[in-house]
């Protein structure tokens, strides 16, 4: 081996140890037939995998998280789509800044923005949790939902638009009939994304919690202050699982990495 | 004014920048005209401007004695084969072929587009998708395309300049074949004189948005009027005569071997039926042919030449 594939060997070996290391650690120690999160796992059983579908907040949070991923990443879409058609076909001043501010999701802290939410929107107005909530995960989707739909609009030819235009088409026709039929992947792809970016989302939540209105990671949070048992490990292992089968599909069917 | 389309004064700009200038033209039903000039003289504005798909700064585009100028390209009669082909790559052959007549809610889609399909030869080919066709089978799509619908006026965009030269006299055939069948008026853009001559009963000449000269292909060929349309047209040798005008000799109009010149062989290029000498001699640089079968100069040689004025055109303006 020349020194430098042994190099990158070693970096590679890293970082396998580093992503799946935790994983596998956090499986064992789910898989404990103990009471108490520990690794190595003091003998195996399934039952703490069992109990989380007993636990009443899980199920509620989980529904919330849903919710919140679901319909959040469809209304990121319906913002988006349009905003990334308007950015690749016309000459629109200030593109770059909108850009820019659709983008900042991306850049600024999220703890900040829920943070703000909190202060500004929901102390001062009486504005609810729960349209915070979904307010913050739709934006926080929103820079992805752009990005890949322009690079998949970017990848069909402007003169397509046109010669439908030429066929008969109105403008808005040509979107649906053309333009959406070839950007479909994309939009599936973007929606994937920001399903998974929302439901795995702890800082933008972190703030954004009442009675019974949380999300599912800060549940899970909240829930190990209170009960350290295992079943926070299981569930981990569980929305792990989930996530991964989710990247899985969409790259077996969809050719996923093409638009990420 | 009887043309079935005529160009009034059309003026088209990106922005600031003015690209076609007060352009007019006419042109009769069921002409096929060339517009014909170097690469970024406007042509493909100007098509796109009577496609609809650009508004005017000012001036009129009348179809068929309608004034389509504000009107929107689908309501135009028009079809548009455009360079790139722009065929919808997610539908099938019948599918692009089908397009324009299910938009217009025609009856009788399934047995128009095969005709059309027949047409171009790709009757073969319906069920295909468009992306794993050859450029030339997506091109006879794209004709078809347009023609299903039967437009008032059929626009081609350099429909030849991206086929192998087998390929260019087949689709030479088949418009000329389609202009003969169907009647319909045709403007084609092109950069070559050899496609514009090959195809065009009429060619309009343009140079910076501006049309130079326009004409029956015939006397656009044998008598150019100025110097850019006498370069355009082969005519590379051009010299002021004795009055002070603009000659202009074809390379072979020049006689070489004998004459009142003498210059010096510089190259040579084989085209075939002509060598073509570069002879540099005190009249400047000269180009003469000769037939392949004479005796040839060597490079370096010394030649006397002839610049027969009975063989030259007279040009009217620089
Ligand atoms: N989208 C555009 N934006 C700005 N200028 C353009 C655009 N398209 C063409 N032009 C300019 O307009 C002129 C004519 O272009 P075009 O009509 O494409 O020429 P042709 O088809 O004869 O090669 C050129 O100077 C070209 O640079
Ligand atoms: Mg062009």
């Not at chain 1, 690794?39 to 529904?63: A, M, N």
């Not at chain 1, 989707?141 to 109105?170: F, H, K, M």
């Not at chain 2, 007060?22 to 170097?38: D, M, N, Q, R, T």
């Amino acid at each position: 081996m020349k020194p430098s594939s042994t190099a990158t060997g070693t970096i590679i070996g890293l970082t396998l140890v580093f992503l799946i290391g935790p994983f596998i650690v956090i499986i064992l120690a789910a898989l404990t037939a103990g009471n108490n999160l520990a690794f190595p796992p003091d003998g195996l059983s399934l039952k703490w995998f069992i109990k989380v579908f007993t636990v009443e907040s899980f199920r509620i949070s989980f529904f919330i998280s849903m919710f919140l991923a679901v319909f959040g990443t469809l209304t990121a879409l319906i913002v988006g789509v349009p905003a990334a058609y308007a950015i690749a076909r016309y000459d629109i001043p200030g593109a770059g800044a909108i850009q820019l501010a659709v983008s900042s999701p991306l850049i600024v802290p999220g703890i900040i923005v829920g943070l703000a939410l909190l202060r500004y929107l929901v102390i001062p107005t009486g504005f609810t949790i729960m349209a915070a909530l979904f307010l913050a995960h739709a934006a926080l989707i929103l820079p992805y939902a752009v990005r890949v739909v322009t690079s998949s609009l970017q990848n069909l030819r402007v003169d397509v638009e046109e010669a439908a235009l030429i066929l008969g088409c109105s403008r808005l026709g040509s979107f649906f009939r053309v333009v959406f039929p070839n950007i479909r992947g994309g939009i599936l792809a973007a929606f994937i994304l920001g399903f998974v970016t929302s439901f795995n989302q702890v800082p933008v939540s972190l703030f954004l919690s009442g009675p019974g209105v949380r999300t599912l990671p800060i549940d899970m949070l909240a829930y190990m202050e209170t009960t350290y048992d295992p079943s926070v490990a299981a569930l981990a292992c569980l929305l792990a699982i989930m996530s991964v089968g989710i990247v899985f599909l969409a790259e077996r069917f969809l050719g996923f990495s093409r638009y990420v | 004014m009887s043309d079935f389309v005529s160009v009034d004064k059309l003026t088209l700009a990106y922005g600031d920048t003015v690209a076609v200038p007060e352009l007019s033209f006419g042109i009769g039903k069921g002409e096929l005209i060339a517009l014909l000039g170097p690469s970024g003289c406007g042509k493909t504005t100007t098509m796109r401007a009577i496609a609809g798909l650009m508004t005017p700064k000012s001036g009129t585009i009348r179809i068929d004695g309608r004034d389509v100028t504000r009107l929107a390209p689908s309501l135009r009669e028009v079809g548009l084969v455009f360079q790139s082909y722009a065929l919808f790559p997610h539908l099938t052959v019948f599918e692009n072929v089908a397009f324009g007549l299910k938009m217009r809610k025609a009856p009788n889609i399934r047995e128009r587009v095969m005709a059309g399909l027949e047409s171009v030869g790709l009757r073969d080919f319906a069920n295909r998708l468009t992306p794993d066709l050859s450029g030339g089978q997506q091109q006879r799509v794209s004709l078809a395309r347009s023609l299903v619908v039967e437009p008032k006026v059929l626009l081609l965009d350099e429909p030849l300049s991206n086929l192998d030269a087998r390929l260019r006299l087949e689709m030479q055939m088949v418009l000329k074949d389609i202009q003969k069948k169907t009647g319909v008026t045709m403007i084609f853009v092109t950069h070559d004189q050899s496609e514009a001559l090959a195809l065009a009963d009429r060619i309009v000449l343009m140079k910076d948005g501006r049309i130079v000269q326009s004409g029956l292909a015939e006397e656009m060929y044998s008598a150019p009027r100025s110097r850019f349309a006498a370069d355009f047209f082969g005519f590379e040798n051009i010299l002021p005569g004795r009055d002070g005008g603009l000659l202009a000799w074809r390379p072979t109009a020049i006689r070489l071997g004998d004459g009142p010149h003498e210059g010096t062989i510089r190259g040579m290029s084989f085209g075939g039926d002509y060598r073509t000498y570069v002879i540099d001699s005190a009249l400047g640089e000269i180009k003469g042919s000769v037939r392949a079968g004479l005796p040839a100069f060597g490079e370096g040689e010394k030649v006397r030449f002839d610049l027969p004025e009975g063989e030259a055109v007279r040009l009217e303006a620089a």
